[in-house]
Every structure is written in C-alpha cells, then in structure tokens.
C-alpha cells in the first residue's frame, strides 16, 4: 500500500532554514508527483506547492514562491521540503502527499499523505 | 483562489444518526473535489474523490454528492470509529485549496 513516510519534528530559530523529507513506498515514484500541504495551529490547511516525481518540475504557491524549494531523489524515492527564512507565522505541520502526476488545473489531485512533521520556530 | 466553504465547523450526533456535511466552492471546480477523514495524529485518508466516488476499501456508509458548486458528504449511519475531522480539497483550479474541517463528535 501507498506509504509516505515523514522525517521528525524540527524545531527552529527565526531566520533559519527547515528542510523536511517525504519516503515515498508502495507504488511507482515517478509515476506521480507530491504535493507539500502545512496547517498552522488552529489554521486550515494550505497547499505550497508541488513536485514531479518523474523530472523534478516544480509548481509552487505564489504566496511561497522565492522562500521554498522541492526536490525529490528518485533513487531513494524521496522528497523534500526546504523552507527558508522562517517566522515564527511558519510554524506548523507540514504534510507531504501523493499528488498527480501533471500539476495543472483538475490534474493536480492529492489522494495519499504522510504522518506529518511539527515545524516549531521561535526565538 | 478558489474559496472551499466547509460546514458545520463541528458537530455531534449519536450512534446510528445520519451526518452531513457541505462544502460550497466560490466558482465552478466541475466535479474536481475530494473529502478525506483525519483521526488526530493520523495521516488524513481519501474517502470520496471526483466527488461522488468511494475510494476502495472505504464502507459505503460514506458517500458524496453534487449540486452545482455545493458538495454534500454523508455518514448514513455514525459508528464509533467515524470521530474524526473530515475535509474537503477542490482540485479544480490553483492552488489547491481546502475546506476549514468539520469536526464529528459523538452525542
């Protein structure tokens, strides 16, 4: 069965950088993409973007675009999430999930997620 | 950005009771909607996709429905095990967003 497995919490400094990892198992990596979703305490969930298992084509969030990086290791079957310059606003769970393979309009579905992983920033 | 307006934001009913629970787009996502149940701590899990379809494996006390813009979920009759938040994710256009979650208690 699909299988996302999530790196642990981090707890982080304002300003620094998070990076977070998804193991992918249980289907065919490049055959699809993940998506990266966070929830802040008390907050809904909220979509930062996505990347191609297969070429590494990313489709990121405006509202994080020049501040976050996806990348994947198809060799390990792994993605990533780099976050940067945190606040203290930027703590919450992060989630990967499995999504589409194209991230275009009515393609970039989500079905499969990960456990999570606690991202904590303060000073 | 496509606003997903989910309601009730929580509810309880008793065993056996019929729940529902809408989530309402702000433009048209066609069928492009998705609902999951997220126990705490637990990775969310798909229940309905293209908004009227039982993923595999999941009992068909879930099901989903459409009218329009308005999307519809529905636990025929509660049991136990269904305490949990359900969300909806609309697909239908970027980015992807997501209703607030309604949280099911028991009565």
């Known amino acids: 069965q699909v299988q996302l497995v999530q790196s642990g919490t981090e707890v982080k400094k304002p300003g620094a950088s998070v990076k977070v990892s998804c193991k992918a198992s249980?289907?065919?990596?490049?055959?699809?993409?993940i998506s990266w979703v966070r929830q802040a305490p008390g907050q809904g969930l909220e979509w930062m973007g996505w990347i191609s298992g297969y070429n590494g084509n990313t489709n990121y969030a405006q509202r994080f675009q020049g501040r976050v990086t996806m990348t994947t290791d198809t060799s390990t079957t792994t993605a990533y999430m780099e976050l940067r310059s945190l606040r203290s606003d930027d703590t919450a769970i992060y989630y990967c999930?499995?999504?589409?393979?194209?991230?275009?309009?009515?393609?970039?579905?989500?079905?499969?997620w990960g456990q999570g992983t606690l991202v904590s920033v303060s000073s | 950005d496509i606003q997903m307006t989910q309601s009730p934001s929580s509810l309880s009913a008793s065993v056996g009771d019929r729940v529902t629970i809408t989530c309402q787009a702000s433009q048209d996502i066609n069928n492009y909607l998705n609902w999951f149940q997220q126990k705490p701590g637990k990775a969310p899990k798909l229940l309905i996709f293209?908004?009227?379809n039982l993923e595999t494996g999941v009992p068909s006390r879930f099901s989903g429905s459409q009218s329009g813009t308005d999307f519809t979920f529905t636990i025929s009759s509660l049991q136990p095990e269904d305490i949990a938040t359900y969300f909806c994710?609309?697909?239908?256009?970027?980015?992807?967003?997501f209703g607030g979650g309604t949280k099911v208690g028991i009565k």
């Open positions: 249980g289907y065919t990596f490049i055959s699809y993409g």
């Open positions: 999930a499995r999504s589409g393979f194209y991230c275009r309009t009515t393609s970039c579905y989500i079905d499969s």
């Open positions: 994710l609309q697909y239908g256009d970027l980015p992807l967003t």
């Open positions: 293209d908004a009227t």
